[in-house]
């Protein structure tokens, strides 16, 4: 391209009147000119004098646009022969005979993967996180922001570069130390600080126990119903979810489901989620014989067990294990507030060099200065006398629902699990369409998750309300539970 090619070409596409800095706007045009290859690899470009003579713009502009090519990648400058376009521009790819046609995607248009597209079509987080009747959320506004504060203020004081660079191994030792010492106690769990492998919560913790105890297409047993996020998160590495039936007692396996001894069992012994029933003692014993046999991984998801209100928490199913079969997940979402995004697995010792490897080659750990500040608060009892205030609050809106519900209804619609968690699940009649309702709910704003989507297996969903009470304040419960009264009455064939 000569000179005045090059320069009828650029003033064609110049435009000052604009609002948009010449220089800005020369370098937009030559960049994308020597993209679509209208200005080839090795083109000599005119000096910076002589374009901006031929362009009637001041010299300076052509140099920042030049300056900024050049620094890109786009243009090079040979010494004693001028400005060129580079050779490393990318080319044309190269034709070739035998491409290799992968079958086509049943993902989806956007280009996502089979399983992108499977989370995305059945994603369970709900974009309302708080509010009537929001399950699993805390009352975050109870928090002691002031202690946190002060002891956060602490760390923030001190410039320490050891908190601020990555984390490597399973965490802060001093909060590894005092997660264990509270397990040891609260919850009869059998461990020491070097278990503890502390995580971004249950998600991950999940996340990580799954690449690194099982391969692609392994059976993971969930419980049905279950938490949509240890289901989503197993998919999402292709495992595959197998749901097995719960029913008073927990996940209660037949002995066609015995026949096939999975990689992992997921359960949530202390507070079965979301119906709220907790595992007997003798499904425990057989799912410890039963794990140990076969060598399987039992996941004990122990995610709210701090909140048992008519008696004491119970102890861990992994305080049981004798044979290191059980690896222990918890989290800070629930007893402190979610947006902490802090939990831990308790593994096996044997596995614990394994996990806290994987943790630092996975995620490259950090969030020491948090981690620091948790452990502080822990160790200097904040943790449980916040515990302990909190299970007052949640009790007395867990009876403030309860006398609604029965106003309501009397005792015609059953109550599951409302003796612990944040949550109760309210049981309809088969014939109600649970989904409708919370579709209809939500319309006004209220959060009624329905029951029959924690079901995999359609033929035994039962139908109900997933109700959270622990994050709505005391004079919102019985009004909101009235306005949704009056759509449970449309949706099912209840008393009025
Ligand atoms: C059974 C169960 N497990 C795990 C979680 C999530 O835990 P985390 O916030 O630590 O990822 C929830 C949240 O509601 C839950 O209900």
């Not at 045009?29 to 374009?51: F, K, N, T, Y």
């Not at 399987?296 to 004491?312: K, V």
Request: some cysteine; hydrophobic content about 40%.
């Amino acid at each position: 391209m000569r000179v005045a090619a090059l320069s009828d070409f650029l003033l064609q596409r110049i435009d000052r009147n604009c609002g948009k800095p010449v220089n800005r706007q020369l370098y937009q045009v030559v960049r994308e000119a020597i993209l679509s290859r209208v200005m080839p690899a090795g083109l000599q470009l005119p000096s910076s004098r002589d374009l901006a003579r031929e362009l009637k713009i001041s010299r300076n502009t052509v140099t920042y646009a030049y300056e900024q090519l050049m620094a890109e990648g786009y243009l090079e400058t040979r010494t004693g022969a001028g400005t060129f376009v580079t050779d490393t521009v990318p080319d044309q790819i190269p034709e070739v005979d035998d491409i290799d046609i992968k079958r086509p995607r049943q993902g989806s248009d956007l280009g996502l993967s089979e399983r992108g597209a499977q989370l995305v079509k059945h994603a369970g987080a709900y974009k309302f996180q708080w509010g009537a009747f929001m399950p699993g959320v805390p009352d975050v506004t109870a928090f002691p922001n002031k202690v946190w504060s002060r002891l956060q203020n602490k760390y923030w004081r001190r410039s320490r570069s050891d908190m601020l660079t990555y984390a490597h191994g399973g965490g802060y030792l001093p909060l590894r130390e005092a997660i264990a010492e509270y397990l040891r106690v609260a919850r009869s769990v059998n461990c020491s600080a070097e278990q503890i492998i502390v995580t971004s919560g249950i998600h991950q913790s999940i996340d990580l126990a799954s690449k690194l105890l099982a391969d692609v297409n392994d059976r993971a047993w969930v419980e049905d119903p279950c938490y949509w996020g240890t289901r989503n998160v197993l998919t999402s590495l292709n495992l595959k979810p197998t749901p097995i039936a719960v029913d008073d007692e927990g996940i209660s396996p037949v002995a066609a489901d015995l026949r096939h001894p999975p990689r992992f069992i997921f359960v949530t012994p202390s507070h079965q989620y979301p119906l709220g029933q907790v595992m007997s003692l003798s499904r425990r014993r057989m799912l410890l014989e039963y794990a140990a046999v076969h060598s399987i991984w039992i996941i004990e998801d122990d995610y709210d067990s701090e909140f048992r209100y008519a008696s004491r928490p119970l102890a861990s199913l992994q305080g049981m294990d004798t044979h290191d079969r059980v690896l222990y997940i918890g989290s800070f979402s629930k007893t402190l507030f979610p947006g902490l995004r802090t939990g831990f697995i308790v593994v096996p010792p044997a596995l614990a060099e394994a996990f806290a490897t994987g943790l630092s080659d996975l995620y490259r750990g950090g969030q020491l200065f948090t981690q620091a500040v948790l452990a502080d608060f822990m160790t200097e009892g904040h943790f449980a006398s916040h515990i302990r205030r909190m299970r007052v609050l949640y009790a007395e809106r867990l009876n403030l629902l309860r006398e609604s519900i029965t106003r309501n209804f009397g005792d015609a619609l059953p109550i599951s699990g409302d003796d612990a968690g944040l949550h109760l699940a309210l049981l309809l009649p088969d014939d109600c369409d649970d989904v409708a309702l919370g579709r209809a709910a939500q319309a006004q704003g209220i959060i009624a998750r329905s029951l029959s989507g924690y079901y995999m297996k359609p033929s035994r969903a039962k139908k109900g309300l997933i109700l959270g009470y622990a994050c709505v304040p005391d004079e919102l419960i019985g009004p909101t539970f009235d306005r949704l009264a009056a759509l449970i009455r449309k949706h099912a064939n209840c008393p009025s």
